[in-house]
């Protein structure tokens, strides 16, 4: 992937105000959910979302950790899919490092509540569209 491309997907998944996240359910159909936009992102490779360890998605990852992620923007009707794995993560260093301030209005017990767990998705695949094109990339 080109430096050039990849700043655009970059953009792409740091600038979109909503994230869609795909999981497999217990059927094995995909399911698909809105929420807010991540956390952390560590280039294209790594990101990361803060969510309720007791959601249904949560659940959907524990059983098959198949994952991918969409972000687009409207305006330029320019879009990423991303496809790869999701981790739950529970440990506290995890926690802590996606907290922010107004997370007890979601965690009423703060950074150690049990209910709240953070999802790191790691990139195996990427297809864009922009510019009235696709183009897919593998990572290893």
């Given at each position: 992937?080109?430096?050039?491309?990849?700043?655009?997907?970059?953009?792409?998944?740091?600038?979109?105000?909503?994230?869609?996240?795909?999981?497999?359910?217990?059927?094995?159909?995909?399911?698909?959910?809105?929420?807010?936009?991540?956390?952390?992102?560590?280039?294209?490779?790594?990101?990361?979302?803060?969510?309720?360890?007791?959601?249904?998605?949560?659940?959907h990852?524990?059983?098959?950790?198949?994952?991918?992620?969409?972000?687009?923007?409207?305006?330029?009707?320019?879009?990423?899919?991303?496809?790869?794995?999701?981790?739950?993560?529970?440990?506290?260093?995890?926690?802590?490092?996606?907290?922010?301030?107004?997370?007890?209005?979601?965690?009423?017990?703060?950074?150690?509540?049990?209910d709240?767990?953070?999802?790191?998705?790691?990139?195996?695949?990427?297809?864009?569209?922009?510019?009235?094109?696709?183009e897919?990339?593998?990572?290893?």
């Amino acid at each position: 992937m080109d430096a050039k491309i990849k700043t655009l997907v970059e953009s792409l998944i740091m600038n979109a105000d909503t994230s869609f996240v795909g999981s497999v359910n217990d059927q094995g159909f995909p399911a698909i959910k809105a929420m807010l936009p991540p956390r952390k992102i560590d280039g294209i490779h790594a990101v990361y979302f803060s969510t309720n360890t007791s959601s249904l998605r949560v659940t959907h990852f524990r059983n098959n950790p198949k994952a991918c992620l969409y972000f687009c923007d409207r305006r330029s009707f320019q879009g990423v899919m991303l496809q790869g794995f999701m981790e739950v993560l529970e440990d506290q260093d995890s926690k802590d490092m996606l907290w922010q301030e107004g997370d007890t209005l979601y965690y009423s017990g703060g950074v150690t509540d049990p209910d709240y767990c953070v999802l790191k998705f790691v990139t195996q695949s990427a297809r864009l569209y922009s510019d009235m094109r696709t183009e897919s990339f593998l990572f290893a």
